[in-house]
Structures are given as C-alpha cells and as structure tokens.
C-alpha cells in the first residue's frame, strides 16, 4: 500500500466512523425528545438507527453517555439557530423582542415537544447528574445572550433585565408545550415590550 493509498484509506474510516458517531446521536436525539431518556433504551436506539448494538458500545460505554452527548449536540445546534435568528433585526431592542417571535415559530413547527433540557432535567433526580448540568449549562447559554443583547441597548442593570427576559422565555415555552397554547410567545412578548420601554425611558 502506497502512503498516498494509506492516507485515502484513512481518510474513509474516519469519514465512516464520524458518519456512524453522528447517525447514533441524531437518532439518540430524535427519540429523547419524542419519549424521553427512560423510555429510551438500547433497544430501540438500535432498532430506530439501524446501528448495531456492538458499534453503538464501540463509541459509548452507556446509555447515559449517548444522552448525554445527543443533548450537547442539540444544545450547540439550538444555541446557533436561536442566535442566528433572533438576531436578524436592525436594533438591539428589536433582537430582543424578535426572540419571542423566534420562540413562536418554534412553537408552530412540526414535532414541537417543548424543551428538551426542561424535559430532560425533569427526569433525573441529582442536581449534579450529567444530564441536569448540560440542561443548566444551556439556560445559562440562553442567558448569556440575552444579556449580551441587553448590554447592548444602553440602560443601567442589564443583568436584572436579561434574567427577567429569561423567566418570560421559559414560562412561554412551559406553557406553549403543557397547554398548546403557542400564542404564549406573543404575551410574553408584549410584557418584554412593556419591560424594555420603561428602562429605556429611565435611562433616557
């Protein structure tokens, strides 16, 4: 074998093993957030992948660690989206309320369970369990953005501002998914209208 060849081959094993890894998590991913992790066992990971049960054990030693890394993947892949969207508008003050705009096509789209990290920490009892710390460090994500966009309209404590935007995301997604009730974006969205024009008058 040539070192050319060598490295081709290499090249493919590697490709293959990544499109593997990638297949088991997205899959992983799709059924814990249609059923959650505890109905969520090996069994139908390998049926609904088509991922053998050896070459699912080849990459993670447990369950727990497929979750585990599923739910990272989606909160790297959701951050960006919420990101990207939210920040289509022509004023930090219009990213802000665009973000209740954004939930709401969420909302409405097809296969919306609400949230996979409230539903996932909801599951598991130890604070300190990986599944909870990946769904806190999330929040705290969803958090830092929404400060840097309070930071970003010139009033004094954005810090309070942003947790209080937070509560009022949370609580429309909450009852988005328990009532269907998607319409809850626009009500918080009309609270934050109202929370950001008496900062920005106070400040003024």
Known sequence: MTRENGRSTF????????????KILATAEQLIYQ?????????????????ARKSIYRYFATKDEVA??????????????????????????????????????WFESEGFRGCAFINTAGEVGDPQDPIRLIAKLHKQ????????????????DPHTLARQLLILMEG????????????????????????????????S
Do not use: H
Not at 11 to 22: D, L, P
Not at 41 to 50: A, F
Not at 78 to 90: G, I, L, P, V
């Open 11 to 22: 090249c493919i094993m590697n490709t293959s093993t990544a499109n593997t890894r990638e």
């Open 35 to 51: 059923n959650g992790i505890q109905a969520t066992g090996m069994d139908l990971l390998v049926k609904t992948s088509g991922v």
């Open 68 to 105: 585990a890394a599923a739910l990272n993947a989606r909160d790297v892949r959701w951050m960006d989206w919420f990101r990207t969207e939210s920040s289509k508008a022509d004023t930090p003050e219009a990213s802000v309320l665009n973000m209740f705009d954004v939930l709401k096509g």
């Open 141 to 156: 994500k969803l958090l830092d953005y929404t400060l840097e966009l309070c930071e970003q309209l010139g009033i004094a």
């Open 172 to 203: 429309a997604i909450t009852v988005a998914r328990v009532m269907g009730d998607y319409s809850a974006a626009e009500s918080a969205k009309a609270v934050a209208q109202l929370m950001l024009e008496q900062r920005l008058r106070s400040s």
